[in-house]
């Protein structure tokens, strides 16, 4: 992980708190001792986020399951009917 910074002094340094980012390096930026933000480079923040993939396609596998797995996953138990007195 980057540095951590106090927020006073990320904003006197913006400028090295950017830089180590592009870095490849987070930099965590607390606020009365708790960390508030991080600081990514772009590529970084476009892949943890998915880019503009909706979240269904980013949750959905790369290619269908196999129908063993599907049914294994999401079959339903095959269960027989109850009678009910009414």
């Known amino acids: 992980m980057g540095r951590v910074w106090q927020l006073q ?11 180590r980012a592009l870095k490849g ?5 607390t606020r ?11 590529e970084t923040y476009t892949r943890l986020r998915g880019g503009d993939t909706p979240l269904l ?6 290619e269908p399951l196999p129908e063993e797995e599907a049914e294994a996953l999401f079959g ?11």
């Open 57 to 62: 396609e980013a949750l959905r596998p790369p």
């Open 9 to 19: 002094e990320a904003k006197a340094r913006f400028s090295e708190v950017v830089e």
């Open 32 to 42: 009365r001792g708790r960390p508030a933000v991080v600081v990514l480079d772009w």
């Open 76 to 86: 339903r138990e095959a269960s027989g009917y109850r009678e009910v007195e009414l």
């Open 25 to 29: 390096e987070p930099q965590t930026v």
